[in-house]
């Protein structure tokens, strides 16, 4: 079996593999497709200019496919992510901290801006019963409506 391999199995047939692969993706969006179609299409390009068995271009792809996979979800993938926090859920929300822009005694009530947005909007109404200033820093500990229930950190 190995032999037959090893004398029908030609660069092309990688390239489409790879082809393949890559479009597959179109049905699986989570880029790991990609990386295996991308790797079998190098290992097809290797071919092109040097023979090589069977068993060594099985290796070379998959080793390829694993630093592809590695260096996408490990280094790539976490630096392009988006910094929003929208659509998390409510849940979530509890323990972020944020900045208080202002602060009515009386009502109980102030707007709070967060570095990142949460659920789409950087600033939030808020309610706290403890006493707040411009600048102090406040944690979410609950969910009210559309107003967060904050306290002082």
């Known amino acids: 079996m190995v032999e037959w391999l090893d004398a029908n199995i030609v660069y092309w047939h990688w390239i489409v593999f790879g082809l393949?692969?890559?479009l597959f993706e179109i049905f699986v969006p989570s880029f790991f497709m990609l990386?295996?179609?991308i790797s079998?299409?190098?290992?097809g390009i290797i071919m092109t200019m040097t023979t090589i068995i069977f068993s060594t271009q099985l290796l070379?792809?998959?080793?390829l496919s694993t630093l592809c996979l590695v260096t996408w979800f490990k280094y790539i993938?976490?630096?392009?992510?988006?910094?929003?926090?929208s659509g998390m859920a409510l849940e979530n929300l509890l323990g972020k901290v944020g900045t208080v822009i202002n602060y009515n005694e009386e009502t109980?009530?102030?707007?709070?801006?967060?570095?990142?947005?949460?659920?789409?909007?950087?600033e939030w109404e808020v309610i706290c019963e403890e006493k707040l200033v411009?600048?102090?820093r406040a944690v979410?500990?609950?969910?009210?409506?559309n107003s967060l229930i904050v306290k002082k950190r």
């Open 134 to 136: 411009q600048g102090d």
């Open 35 to 37: 990386w295996l179609g």
């Open 60 to 63: 070379i792809w998959i080793m």
């Open 40 to 43: 079998a299409t190098i290992v």
């Open 140 to 145: 979410i500990t609950e969910i009210s409506g």
């Open 77 to 85: 993938s976490p630096m392009i992510k988006t910094k929003s926090l």
């Open 20 to 22: 393949v692969l890559v």
């Open 108 to 122: 109980q009530r102030g707007l709070i801006k967060f570095p990142a947005p949460l659920l789409g909007n950087e």
